[in-house]
């Protein structure tokens, strides 16, 4: 399992992904699930990928070979704008479904794989797409500010409270950072390290990239604050003080219990 998110904004794109495949007692297996594609003034394209290894690797290898074939295909450098790009993506997961669904039904294994591809191509504004196992995808509108994938349940409450389109990429950094934290004290199966991308707008390149391990500081200060602030603002709110109240003129005596339907022995 892994954990990816991507949030747009006005000043551009923020994309953060962890690197854990695998988790047991005994074997943590780490691989990178973010992918740049740049010609720096021209494009950038960020791809980060979920579901099973094998299919994602799959999916990457057939792009790479498209770019570097002769035959003038379609592909990730020469495509005219990100919704072919994401098209690109889309053929290129259902060719690995033509090539291994079948085998892998009859061994039991779910065809299991998406993607986002955000990024921006000269002549267009960023943009951002949510690419599902039938290589068909959406597109982010101003009313849907980020993508995820993977185990998203843990991170997607703080997101959904703090982001908005307008806000600077350094906090909505901060924001994907905090959603990392709780999805990964949530869930053994999602881990450090992680990889960080921004993309402002009209740069047309990469303009951050991090690695966070164990020892960045900044990760660990963000993510000790955050626990510490979240019981501070819960022990400054009010108990719920109708649990200890009585009824009006029924001062000493406890309300009955609530009724029990029990079935018949």
């Known amino acids: 399992m892994t954990y990816c998110v991507s949030m747009l904004l006005d000043a551009g794109l923020v994309f953060l992904s962890d690197s854990r495949t695998n988790a047991g007692v005994d074997q943590i297996n780490t691989f990178r699930k973010t992918t740049v594609f740049e010609r720096p003034g021209d494009r950038v394209l960020v791809l980060m990928s979920a579901g099973n290894l094998a299919i994602t690797q ?34 290129a997961l259902r060719e690995m479904h033509h090539r291994d669904a079948e085998a892998l039904r009859q061994q039991g ?32 509108t101003p009313d849907t500010t980020y993508f995820q994938i993977g185990e998203s349940k843990y991170g997607k409450p703080i997101i959904d409270r703090v982001i908005r389109r307008s806000m600077p990429l350094s906090e909505a950094a901060k924001c994907a950072l905090i ?11 999602v881990g450090l390290p992680l990889d960080l991308v921004i993309v402002r707008r009209d740069e047309h390149r990469v303009s951050s990239q991090v ?4 020892t960045n500081e900044y990760f660990h200060r963000i993510r000790e604050r955050w626990g510490e602030a979240l019981r501070e603002i819960f022990s400054e709110l009010p108990n719920p003080d109708w649990l200890l109240s009585t009824p009006p003129g029924d001062s000493g005596r406890l309300a009955p219990p609530p009724t029990r339907l029990q079935g018949r022995k």
């Open 211 to 214: 690695d966070i391990d164990s």
């Open 179 to 189: 959603s990392m934290d709780s999805t990964i004290r949530s869930n053994l199966s």
């Open 58 to 91: 799959g999916v990457l290898n057939l792009l790479a070979e498209r770019i570097m074939s002769q035959q003038g295909e379609t592909n990730l450098y020469n495509c005219p704008n990100m919704f072919e790009g994401a098209r690109c993506v889309g053929a």
């Open 109 to 140: 294994v779910e065809f299991n794989a998406s993607f986002i591809l955000g990024g921006q191509i000269k002549g267009e504004m960023t943009r951002l797409f949510h690419i599902y196992s039938a290589g068909n995808f959406v597109e982010a």
